[in-house]
Antibody, heavy 120, light 113 residues
């Protein structure tokens, strides 16, 4: 059974940093596109970014709202991938979900989400 | 960026009755390979989203066959043939053709009358 488990959320001050993790079991992350999606309180879904599979050179893409501040990476030895968030803003407050390939033909999986609160 | 527009945003439905959600994109979602990367997600209260439909009309494994997707180009529809209590939640369309960024619709909240 495939499981994605996020961790690392919490309370951080504006301008601060946080690193979210998404650990996988039941699938090898390096074989898939892996994505981050966030949801601000009471709002809809917003795509944050993704990391391509190893065969596609692990390249990354980001939403304009986070580009230059957020970085996605992967550690194949831990079968985990990460969202490094720097220069956090109040509007980054959201539940962050990791997911496997939102638009491909393979079964889609999501984690349970981790809450990031940016507040002074 | 491709703008995804859903309607209605609120959908009260009687149990056992059909429901339909529309999703329109600001440009055609047909990719150069001929495929159309339009997806539908369901988010039940307090839960993570889950994908119901991919490439317009393909149901995810385990999704009941009362859910169906249709459409082409810029106009798409998610239909539920007979609404059940477990279908309460918010439904989102998302395009995966012209990215980055992937873009979601605003969401349609389905509730039972």
């Amino acid at each position: 059974e495939v499981q994605l488990v996020e961790s690392g959320g919490g309370l951080v001050q504006p301008g601060g940093s946080l690193r979210l993790s998404c650990a996988a079991s039941g699938l090898t992350l390096s074989d898939h596109y892996m994505e981050w999606v966030r949801q601000s309180p009471g709002k809809g879904l917003e795509w944050v970014g993704l990391i391509r599979k190893k065969a596609d050179r692990d390249t990354t893409e980001y939403a304009a709202s986070v580009k230059g501040r957020f970085t996605i990476s992967r550690d194949d030895s831990k079968n985990s991938f990460y969202l490094q968030m720097n220069s956090l803003k109040i509007e980054d407050t959201a539940v962050y979900y990791c997911a496997r390939d939102l638009s491909g033909g393979l079964k889609n999986y999501w984690g349970q989400g981790t809450l990031v609160t940016v507040s002074s | 960026d491709v703008v995804m527009t859903q309607s209605p945003l609120s959908l009260p439905v009687t149990l056992g009755q059909p429901a339909s959600i529309s999703c329109r994109s600001s440009q055609s979602l047909v990719y150069s390979n001929g495929k159309t990367y339009l997806n539908w997600f369901q988010q039940r209260p307090g839960q993570s989203p889950r994908r119901l439909i991919y490439q317009v009309s393909n149901r995810e494994y385990g999704v009941p066959d009362r859910f169906s997707g249709s459409g082409s180009g810029t106009d798409f529809t998610l239909e539920i043939s007979r609404v059940e209590a477990e279908d309460v939640g918010v439904y989102y369309c998302m395009q995966g053709t012209h990215w980055p960024p992937r873009t979601f619709g605003q969401g349609t909240k389905l509730e039972i009358k």
